[in-house]
T-cell receptor
Framework: EAGVAQSPRYKIIEKRQSVAFWCNPISGHATLYWYQQILGQGPKLLIQFQNNGVVDDSQLPKDRFSAERLKGVDSTLKIQPAKLEDSAVYLC???????????FGPGTRLTVL | AQSVTQPDIHITVSEGASLELRCNYSYGATPYLFWYVQSPGQGLQLLLKYFSGDTLVQGIKGFEAEFKRSQSSFNLRKPSVHWSDAAEYFCAVVPTTDSWGKFQFGAGTQVVVTP
């Protein structure tokens, strides 16, 4: 079974630029999550999708972050414009059943200069 | 406030020695409990989980965890560590009362294994 795919693996941008990350979950997984992991901290949930609907985006900075999951499969997370404090690893995860195991992708390491 | 705490930021252990990582939670009802491991440059991998039943849970890579309701704890243990166990370990909880299963992660414990 293929795992969660993410791209790119690394991205370096300057502040005020835009960036987008892509995630393809495990086939058949209805729930998809985006996390932000700042160095030295645990992952923090940004947004959770159930199929193509948003069920929790309470911690998503909506003035600069946006995410979509068209057709209920893959997803993109965008930051526009980026700030220095957005430097982090962005993890995508998926699960087949709510409140059960989440499978994580390798993450995208973003550096904002 | 609901929270999950990993009191140890960093632990150094000798290869072959035992390892115990602590996790405490603060929730009204016992949540679902998980331990994940993250190797450098990798995503998180599930070691084990507890939903109900037997309070001693066996996981992959020789890890086990014990749920103690009276202490609101879910500590991870391994009898004899290998150099490949050097990684960061995260405890995670999901409130059973949360319809959408929002995971909350602890800050992590970095494990260093010395020869």
């Amino acid at each position: 079974e293929a795992g969660v795919a993410q791209s790119p693996r690394y991205k370096i941008i300057e502040k005020r630029q835009s960036v987008a990350f892509w995630c393809n979950p495990i086939s058949g997984h209805a729930t998809l999550y985006w996390y932000q992991q700042i160095l030295g901290q645990g992952p923090k949930l940004l947004i959770q999708f159930q199929n193509n609907g948003v069920v929790d985006d309470s911690q998503l900075p909506k003035d600069r972050f946006s995410a979509e999951r068209l057709k209920g499969v893959d997803s993109t997370l965008k930051i526009q414009p980026a700030k220095l404090e957005d430097s982090a690893v962005y993890l995508c995860a998926s699960s087949s059943v709510i409140r059960n195991e989440q499978f994580f992708g390798p993450g995208t390491r973003l550096t904002v200069l | 406030a609901q929270s999950v705490t990993q009191p140890d930021i960093h632990i150094t252990v000798s290869e072959g020695a035992s390892l115990e990582l602590r996790c405490n939670y603060s929730y009204g009802a016992t949540p679902y409990l998980f331990w994940y491991v993250q190797s450098p440059g990798q995503g998180l991998q599930l070691l084990l989980k507890y939903f109900s039943g037997d309070t001693l849970v066996q996981g992959i890579k020789g890890f086990e965890a014990e749920f103690k309701r009276s202490q609101s704890s879910f500590n991870l243990r391994k009898p004899s560590v290998h150099w490949s166990d050097a990684a960061e370990y995260f405890c995670a909880v999901v409130p059973t009362t949360d319809s959408w299963g929002k995971f909350q992660f602890g800050a992590g414990t970095q494990v260093v294994v010395t020869p």
